[in-house]
């Protein structure tokens, strides 16, 4: 196959500081102003400097092979040969209708020069309207695809199987039944049903390769009892030790942050598993970093935790009624046992003995969902939340944000488990307006 010339466009390192391995046996082109405007982010606070730090360094220990020549090409182990491209002034411009004072148009432009020097040129961008921009004047172009999966290929974490009456009459009273169809992964759900209308909730237990009953999936903790089958399983993970990762996925309403922090106030406070509940969540709408608000880190993130504090406000409503509620919220943020956290700050952390929660995980990219679930100690649980259909990240879509990869990469697992939640529960108008609108 005849060999590419790939030209990156700078979110693209931003996406994945090591995209520069990602191109075997073809040619990366880097435009000068692309490591010119990484340069500038690598004082930044949070994901984004320390990626822009972490491009900065692979390309400067390339120097150190194949001659370091970065002008006429460096050759890598694995036949990607890396070069750096500054355009000059002698170069002209008179059939680029773009004008030149944009960065990503003089990305564009050096893309444009290389074409007609009759090589392969393919533009690489995370950004739509680059690509379109380039899709224009005939430049191929194309998103980056190394750390994309198929979120429609994802499997829901729970399926629906058929038996007969018998078979589950013997399955409630053994505990246990045999599997009727094959491919199960471990931590995978089902729901048993016959033509007569009965059924049974079960988990697949890969140690035995059996079906095993929810004996406690109908049991509630911190006032709140699971509405449908999807919450029962949900339910059944976020209280299991023996799986420190865990992923629920659905739509708003469908009840996953609540879920995730009933059973780890019964972990932490009832069952003392874990020693505290750390809350995170991706500080996307606000700006690049929580700086942008006035006041201390406290102080910024308590109004974008506040759908946190809402659901925990409930929480202790529920379990302890009404008129108690509020001197149990005030026991249980006094005690020092839960923590509200930006994902910003969690790199470099080492996290024993947790029950992590990341809520809007969507909005992570792969590289930051390895980074959140690498901080992981011993005795450490990590739950992510969140709906890949709705991101607010810019550069992440359905297919290429940190919560579908994680699924995609941990399936078969043992460690792991996830769940769909697709019946909206908040109530009867916020169902009816997540179907029909």
């Not at 011993?378 to 579908?404: A, C, E, F, R, W």
Request: glycine fraction near 6%.
């Amino acid at each position: 196959m005849a060999r590419k010339t790939f030209v990156i466009d700078t979110n693209v390192f931003l996406h994945d500081p090591f995209a520069i391995n990602k191109f075997k046996d073809n040619d990366v082109v880097i435009p000068l102003v692309v490591l010119e405007e990484i340069s500038g982010l690598k004082r930044q606070v949070g994901e984004l400097g320390n990626n822009a730090r972490t491009v900065m360094r692979i390309i400067d220990s390339l120097k150190s092979m194949d001659g370091g020549d970065f002008s006429g090409g460096i050759t890598l182990p694995h036949g990607t040969k890396v070069s750096i491209f500054l355009e000059s002034k002698k170069e002209k411009a008179e059939d680029f209708p773009l004008p030149l004072d944009r960065n990503v148009n003089r990305i564009i432009f050096i893309a444009h020069l290389l074409k007609k020097k009759s090589k392969k040129v393919v533009f690489i961008s995370k950004d739509f309207i680059s690509r379109v921009k380039a899709e224009a004047l005939g430049i191929e172009s194309e998103d980056y695809e190394s750390l994309k999966v198929s979120y429609d290929d994802l499997h829901k974490g729970i399926r629906k199987i058929t038996a007969s009456k018998k078979d589950i009459d013997f399955f409630y009273k053994d505990g246990k039944m045999e599997l009727l169809e094959e491919n199960f992964s471990p931590n995978e759900y089902c729901l048993v049903q016959s033509k007569e209308r009965s059924s049974a909730l079960a988990r697949f237990n890969y140690k035995d390769q059996k079906l095993e009953l929810l004996t406690q999936a109908d049991k509630g903790v911190w006032g709140i009892i699971p509405l449908n089958a999807e919450q029962k399983c949900a339910f059944d993970l976020l209280l299991r030790d023996d799986v420190p990762l865990v992923a629920l996925i659905g739509p708003a309403g469908t009840g996953k942050t609540l879920l995730a922090l009933a059973c780890g106030l019964t972990k932490v406070f009832d069952q003392d598993v874990y020693s505290k509940i750390l809350v995170s969540r991706p500080i996307i709408p606000l700006g690049k970093d929580i700086g942008y608000l006035p006041g201390t880190k406290e102080e910024k993130l308590y109004h974008w935790m506040q759908p946190i504090y809402d659901n925990m406000e409930y929480l202790c409503q529920s379990s302890n009624g009404k008129e108690h509620g509020k001197s149990a919220l005030d026991y249980i943020m006094q005690s020092k046992k839960v923590e509200m956290e930006a994902v910003t700050y969690i790199r470099g952390r080492s996290l024993p003995k947790m029950y992590i929660i990341i809520d809007e995980a969507q909005n992570l990219t792969p590289h930051e969902a390895k980074t959140i679930i690498s901080r992981a100690g011993k005795g450490t649980k990590v739950i992510m939340t969140g709906d890949p259909t709705q991101i607010d990240n810019p550069y992440l879509d359905k297919d290429s944000n940190g919560l579908s990869y994680v699924l995609s990469k941990f399936k078969g697992q043992k460690l792991f488990g996830h769940v769909f939640l697709d019946r909206t529960e908040r109530s009867e108008l916020a169902a009816i307006a997540a179907e029909i609108m």
